[in-house]
């Protein structure tokens, strides 16, 4: 409602007299670029040459015509556009055609201020736009004249000045870190910015020490958020270095913290943990990211603040959801997956959640979010956070934000004879139907058992109405591993990509095998399995679990480590 209060001020106030200020101080030179982490593709730069635009999984050829005037086929194709970060890929190939054609491109933009494009507009995809247009200025400007060199400069401040415009208006969360990283890019690379430097840097300084947990997480919990923000942080701090001005300190921590939560939430294949709107894991950037940490140790145990436990036995990795939901201001792409987990051994991911797609997310969205698509206890088939549904509050509210939810999570790790025990619940339940949620688990120490139990306890003074005591608990299944119920009905066999085999057994009750998706795909949603165990609170109000490494698999392992490394073959 602030955001909302605050855009209707500035409308109300004249946007056209906002949007004539001039950015202070003479923007006719351009003193530094800014590198650009993100991967580059060389071959890409002949498709944009041949008018053959592909973003987002969608292909538009111009025929002759202005890109930037064609319809776009999706958002997720028109932000990827209007962002120009396919700059870099034209710089990847760094020829003096491409130069001509990034050019020509950048010129058809600059030069029609005047096209009416609302996500354009949009803070998320100006703040891309002033990044890239920074970070690609040798490729644009190299080899051009005076007239041009201007024209730029004078189109990249009135993009400034839309960014400073939309501040009023901007998302809570990583879109204001992007914008207000972007004024600092923007402070720094243009001459004759100091008092711009100076208030951009201690704007930036206040958010990071806001968003930024003490552990490293992000304030919304979404570990793809620390790859959205490093990628441009890290650059952001050598652009400091650069001009031979001190980064804040609170850019230096920032990034201190952070750099170890990329291994934390990493599985064994490399795959981040999909928790909270994380998608498909961009192992390019991930692999650049990791290039700057210099710790290069084993992945802490416990994220306290974030909400997040980590077991790492052998081979196996375990990552569970321990915390209640953020914030509401940035919780648009928040997930009721309180104690859900994710389970892997070696490279091979097991357990997990359905995660979020790349693009077209709001065919899913509804979904994605609820506690069904989250390896966890479901009860009366519904989540254990609530969101907001009407439309025009999600119009107004830019998004979807939990209104309620888990308020008491408790987490109590400790070290035990035959593990590591930890112990967690949550009270998303107890508004409605008074219920707690318990979670135990206990994963041994060589790695090849993981034993759970799912308890449902009434609250003090609550009772279990009659037609609500339905539960379900669900453990979804990566597509690469192979699922096949026991002859007995109390159990399934997995078989992982390896050959490696494991089983899950919950002896006291009906297991079933159901579909399930796997919406974090690189190529887009895909057909899994889920093992579902239903249960009434009323009469079962626990059920015990485990999956275990087969004999087999385990001497394999073990046969595999102690086997000593293969001689070298004579050159």
Not at 29 to 56: C, K, M, Q, S
Not at 63 to 71: K, P, T
Not at 398 to 410: C, I, K, L, M, R
Request: aromatic letters at 8%; hydrophobic letters at 40%.
């Amino acid at each position: 409602m602030g955001r909302f209060a605050r855009n209707l001020i500035a409308r109300a106030s004249g946007g056209s007299l906002a949007l004539s200020r001039l950015w202070p101080g003479r923007t006719d030179r351009l003193i530094i670029a800014p590198h650009d982490l993100r991967t580059a593709d060389a071959t890409r730069a002949a498709e944009i040459y041949a008018g053959r635009f592909v973003f987002a999984g969608k292909i538009v050829t111009c025929q002759g015509r202005s890109i930037f005037d064609l319809e776009p086929p999706s958002e997720d194709w028109e932000v990827a556009l209007l962002g120009f970060g396919w700059l870099r890929h034209l710089r990847a190939a760094d020829t003096a055609l491409t130069r001509a054609n990034a050019r020509s491109l950048v010129d058809d933009w600059i030069s029609n201020p005047s096209r009416k494009r609302p996500v354009a507009r949009r803070a998320d995809v100006l703040a891309r736009r002033v990044i890239s247009l920074l970070s690609q200025a040798p490729l644009v400007l190299g080899d051009t004249d005076g007239k041009f060199y201007r024209r730029y400069l004078r189109g990249l401040a009135r993009e400034i000045r839309y960014l400073r415009y939309a501040m009023v208006d901007i998302a809570d969360g990583v879109p204001r870190l992007q914008m207000l990283v972007a004024l600092c890019y923007a402070s720094l690379c243009l001459a004759n910015q100091a008092r711009h430097i100076r208030g951009a840097t201690r704007k930036l300084a206040d958010e990071l020490q806001r968003q930024i947990l003490p552990d490293g997480g992000h304030i919304s919990r979404n570990p793809g958020a620390l790859i959205e923000l490093l990628i441009d942080l890290l650059p952001l701090r050598q652009t400091f270095a650069a001009r031979n001005i001190a980064p804040p300190p609170a850019l230096l921590n920032a990034i201190d913290r952070m750099m170890p939560m990329l291994r934390f939430f990493r599985h064994g294949d490399g795959s981040f943990a999909m928790f909270n709107g994380m998608s498909s894991t961009p192992s390019d950037l991930l692999a650049t990211l990791l290039a700057y940490d210099d710790a290069h140790g084993a992945p802490m145990a416990s994220m306290p603040h974030t909400g997040f436990e980590r077991f790492d036995a052998d081979t196996m990795t375990v990552i569970m959801d321990t915390g209640p939901p953020p914030p509401p201001n940035v919780s648009q792409d928040a997930h009721a997956g309180c104690l859900s987990f994710e389970f892997s051994s070696g490279p091979s991911r097991i357990v997990i959640n359905c995660g979020m797609p790349s693009t077209g997310r709001d065919n899913w969205r509804s979904f994605a979010r609820s506690t069904v698509a989250h390896s966890t206890l479901t009860y009366h088939d519904t989540s254990s956070c609530q969101f907001v549904e009407l439309s025009a509050m999600k119009r107004l509210l830019q998004g979807a934000p939990v209104v309620s939810g888990p308020v008491n999570v408790e987490s109590y790790r400790e070290v035990v004879a035959n593990g590591v025990l930890l112990t967690a619940s949550h009270d998303g339940y107890v508004a409605r139907f008074g219920l707690v949620h318990r979670r135990v688990l206990m994963v041994a120490p060589d790695g090849s058992r993981l034993d759970g139990e799912d308890t449902l306890s009434p609250a003090p003074g609550a009772r279990i109405k009659k037609g609500e005591s339905d539960y379900a608990l669900r453990f979804h299944l990566h597509p690469a591993v192979k699922a096949s119920r026991l002859s007995d009905g109390r159990g399934v066999m997995l078989v992982l990509p390896n050959r490696d085999a494991w089983t899950f057994e919950a002896l006291d009750d009906k297991v079933d095998l159901e579909d399930s998706v796997f919406l974090a795909g690189n190529d887009g949603p895909r057909r899994t399995a889920q093992i579902v165990i239903r249960q009434d609170s009323r009469h079962a109000p626990s059920i015990r679990w485990s999956f275990a490494r087969s004999s087999a698999s385990a001497a394999a392992v073990t046969a595999r480590r102690s086997a000593p490394p293969e001689p070298e073959l004579p050159l």
